[in-house]
């Protein structure tokens, strides 16, 4: 079976991967023709030529220049999760503003079958408006971020971000944008100007400056984003209560930082800055956290963002100390207090405007949030700074091409892959704490098995850690359209940093490409799969409530396991004819509604879902056994595995049938053979292998120990011969004595009668 399988791949592949897409830049002209000006500028009727490095096309009202369109991956790599690119049209004024963006091309699978386009298409309209050399509050509108598509809402935003920024400063669009000669030169922070002020010192002369919401206020900012849903859930109590009292400083600067911190804690802070990190001082109260709970299980501060003119920095658990009390005199008492060192890399200026970004969170469901940004602009007093310097020279070479000219404005920030693994230092230690201690489970596994009540305990919490934490919580569920996406890329422009982008399901799939050598596809589908952890706690429950259980005869159970291989095969031939149609085709599995939307979803992908579970209240894993595309899939190499750790007996089979009853997917034939590409590694039949309450072949060994020991022991040895002894009465006093037998007893008398 798997051999023909494995053949019928190869055979799919030298077909239909002939074909390799072309994937080549200057694509934007082939858009064009799908959407009209006025789309991407209102204020645009046509479209005029496409030309310059990088490619934008002109955009013309009654023949006059309005603004550029653009292509993001024309000018920045807009590569989604699907390893294909996100493909967006946006145009940009001549004052450096988007006017309008058009989702023109995507493959990403979440967005096809998940989250409706209509949410990715909202959120792109976000970025409307934004002047994206300009850090000023009107430039950051406030954007609604979709849940459930974390990678592909971060590949929006940095392409379409980071493109509008290399347009605008190769056209010169923008004011201060064409010559950097123009911008004031960079002034420093008067290291020799150091003393202590108290709290309304420092309030007084800018060096604290403060953000202060009201309920009212909040209302007012979501009641600016026109969204419904947050506008219909008003902060409850007084209107003028605080929601968050927000006091921020450049603590970097010696006056400031010793007056707020104290001279110990401001000597050990400057012993731990590098050259060119700014430090910066955050206290709040009120009922909104500035920390959040991000950065706990993410190591990311998604609730703040520092903003210098086109840079942004965000900060992670690395960069920040907790302070315990401000020590200025005269300062309030702060639940929250902390200290955020601007990361490597980042080039806070202290002589230069820099604003402080909140993001806001309001619940309008279940799982939906509505979010608005709010903030405060800071500049370090004059008194601090050091006098500007004067300007250089501007050197200009005329020889310089214009790609070196798009290469020398191109953004210093790590690639989105990196981000995105320092940003879930903590997710990713768990996963593989978890893989680690599953491995430990299979190389133990005989002594494991061998204390059955203490195994089950093990599996069942494992099985909840996947359900809960890795499937609801992380949606690190994978699915056959990671295997689609893999192959489809390998015949394009094939980069790891495609699949580097979500940092679980990457180190999932590593690790199951190693179990499939070394124990099958039973790691990933009956222990790291968390709609297969539903399935088997849904049969769990049910048995528990005296659901009757179903066994499908083996015969019939033979024919209809074929299905998921038959599903998978039909979807891995669709997607080398398209990809998206088979990405489609894939909803035929339920975990993205069952896992990644929490049922969160139109009714006929909930009633799907609950189908495809209800069966296994009766069969368990019905679904894993005979429709799962994934299992499927990773069923194809089982028999190419190293190790083969199963014991059995060879009564297994003939005349035992013990572990054939017992195993919940029936992957044990009627003749005692395991077969490798259903089995699940469970390791239920090996628990039965050791028990010497159910198995027979231990039961036997149990019994003739049992009386071998028996047979050893002191009680069954014969007790010697004791002569009976009689109570007589001697003076008055009972005493035991030795009973003669009749004859001697006779003679006795009639001596004393003689």
Known sequence: MARCLVAALILIVAVLGLSCEAIAAGRLGEFLGRIKASDIDAAADRFGEVGGNPPAVKLLKDGQLVGYAFLTNDVVDSTGYSGKPINIVVGIDLDGKITGAKLVEHHEPIVLVGIPQAKIEHYIDGFVGRRVLDPSEESRMPVDIVSGA????????DSMTQSAVKIARSRNLGAGVADVASQPARRAVDQTISGVESWQALLGDGSVRRLAITNKDLDDLFQ??????AIARPQTGDPNASFVNIYVALASVPTIGRSLLGDAEYDRLRRDLKPGQQAILVAGDG????????YVRGGIFDRIEVIQSESSIRFRDRNYRRIGAVSAAGAPDFPEIGVFVTPDG????????WRFQLLVQRATGALDKAFVTTGLDYSTPEKFLTAPPAAAPLVTSPALSAAAQTAAIGEAEPPLWQRMWQARKLDIAVMLAAIGVLTAIFFFQDF???????????????????????GWYEHAQLSVVNILTFFNSLRGDFRWEYFLRDPLVFILWSAIAAALLFWGRGAYCGWLCPFGALQEWTNRVARWLHVPQVRVPFWLHQRLWPFKYIIFLALFGLSFGSLGLAEEMAEVEPFKTAIILHFAREWWFVLFAVGCLAPGLFIERFYCRYVCPLGGALAVPARLRMFDWLKRYKE????????????PVQAIHPEGTINPNECIQCLNCQVLYHDDQRCPVVIQKRIKREKFLALQSPSMLPEPKRKPRVLVTVNGREQSVERKPAASQAASTEGENQ
């Open 224 to 229: 600016r984003t026109g969204n419904a849903a």
């Open 448 to 470: 494991l098995v061998k204390w059955p009540r203490a195994f089950e305990r093990i599996r069942l919490g494992y099985l909840a850690f996947t359900l809960v934490w890795l």
């Open 652 to 663: 297994c089979g003939s005349p035992c049938q013990r572990c054939a009853n017992d195993c």
């Open 150 to 157: 974390t990678v592909t809402m971060m590949v929006i935003a």
């Open 287 to 294: 009922p909104y956290s500035f920390r959040g709970s991000g």
């Open 346 to 353: 980042s080039d806070l200026g202290p002589g230069a405007p």
